[in-house]
């Protein structure tokens, strides 16, 4: 395989040009972006808040490692369980039971080039860094009508220091089928590690998709996720991201409703404390009529911990009957800790119900005086308030065994009690 030369992106590295067929014509695209592109600095809008230029200054390696006990990563006990390790797959941590309806095959054994990316690649350094330099990941396909009873589960952790791996889930979801998908990111060790990870999810014709996702790598990571959705009519997608650690946390979303009839669930929570950064960004795009959105998501953060959250919503012309609302509040828990919140409708039908807001406050210390009056101590009574305020969030997960870990991780992380 060919090495990359070294460019002006600075992504100081010596990692080869991906063995999974991609094709050749998009491979040398992405290449040619790496080559005069460079990483995105606060002047470009999209990213004014997020500063990405260490990435620039770190060596990264791709490299295989184990890990012999994955217990404390698995969210949920279904036997149709995918374990990566810094990419790669990791056979002997992996349940592997396919359901009935659907086919998963990896990456690296698709032997016809993969089919065209959905991903923009012109001016996207890290999806064009996805694009060159793939390590690896799954195509999920289910087949139409095809009800599948146990969630399928993707568990990625990257062990190792300056470790880099690029990251590729493709979820094809066929005519009336229904299926729930479940993602986990996690750091096993190593500092300055970095995820970058894309997934092309295809949503058809009266299909349901719920995706859940956990996000809980160290802070000393990072961590850079696309998705890019498309819709048929009729159908539903629902995704949860849930990120409850990682040193920077970029979440780019952006889902096409190309159908009428369509339903659209973006839910988020992010819980930071120390220096953690962690960027949301969210674009739905109503292209036709009749459909609606809903997107709700809420941080809690603490000391010196900044959050991002930009969600855009457009109603194209001619798309009337659009019902599309946008929330998004958070809660300061220190003096030092920041919020940027950017709430966006971009409208040129008039049709339509549009709402977005934006909310910023402290814990009220009056309520908290409350509950210590009827014998919680101050600790308790903080918890109870900062439990209330993301439990609508939580309460959109619907797997038990998912809500069950989540409460676990935040438990562990900082203490609180749900």
């Not at 992405?30 to 004014?48: G, H, S, Y």
């Not at 999806?127 to 690896?136: D, E, P, Q, R």
């Not at 952790?157 to 998908?181: P, R, W």
């Not at 849930?242 to 669930?265: A, K, M, S, Y």
């Amino acid at each position: 395989m060919a090495e990359v030369a070294k460019n002006n992106i600075n992504f100081k590295s010596d990692l080869q040009v991906t063995s999974v067929n991609v094709s050749e014509n998009e491979k040398q695209k992405a290449l040619d972006v790496l080559q005069n592109t460079t990483l995105p600095t606060t002047r470009v809008e999209a990213w004014k808040y997020t500063r990405v230029a260490k990435l620039g200054k770190i060596d990264f390696v791709n490299e295989k490692a184990t890990i012999s006990d994955i217990s404390n990563y698995v969210i949920d006990d279904t036997k149709c369980s995918f374990v990566f390790i810094n990419g790669h797959f990791s056979k002997g941590n992996s349940s592997q039971e396919i359901p009935a309806g659907v086919t998963i095959t990896l990456l690296s054994e698709i032997n016809a080039p993969l089919s065209k990316s959905s991903l923009t690649i012109e001016d996207e350094v890290f999806n064009a860094m996805n694009t060159a330099h793939l390590t690896g990941g799954l195509k999920i396909d289910i087949t139409s009508n095809a009800l599948v009873e146990i969630p399928i589960q993707i568990i990625h952790i990257l062990k190792g220091d300056s470790t880099i791996s690029n990251f590729k889930t493709i979820v094809n979801a066929g005519k009336s089928s229904q299926a729930d998908l479940i993602q986990g990111f996690f750091s096993e060790s190593g500092e300055s590690n970095f995820c970058n990870s894309t997934s092309e999810i295809n949503v058809a014709e009266n299909a349901v998709l719920r995706i859940d996702k956990i996000q809980y790598e160290s802070e000393k990571s990072f961590h850079i996720s696309t998705e890019q959705v498309k819709q048929d009519k009729n159908s539903n997608f629902r995704i949860n991201t849930f990120t409850l650690n990682g040193g920077l946390v970029r979440n780019n979303l952006n889902i096409d409703v190309n159908g009428q009839n369509c339903e659209t669930h973006l839910n988020g929570a992010y819980l930071l404390k120390n220096k953690q950064h962690v960027d949301n960004h969210s674009v739905v795009d109503h292209k036709v009529a009749n459909c609606e959105s809903h997107e709700l998501y809420k941080g809690v953060i603490d000391d010196r911990s900044t959050a991002v959250f930009n969600g855009k919503v457009f109603v194209r012309p001619n798309a009337q009957k659009i019902n599309a609302f946008q929330s998004n509040g958070n809660l300061l828990l220190s003096d030092s800790a920041t919020i940027n919140s950017k709430p966006e409708l971009e409208i040129y039908a008039d049709d339509v119900k549009c709402s977005h807001g934006s909310t910023t406050g402290q814990l009220d210390e009056e309520a908290i005086f409350y509950l210590r009056a009827r014998g919680l101590s101050e600790r308790s009574a903080r918890h109870l308030m900062v439990s209330a305020f993301i439990g609508d969030v939580l309460d959109k997960i619907t797997n038990a065994n998912i809500k069950t870990y989540t409460r676990r991780l935040l438990n562990d992380r900082f203490g609180w009690e749900f």
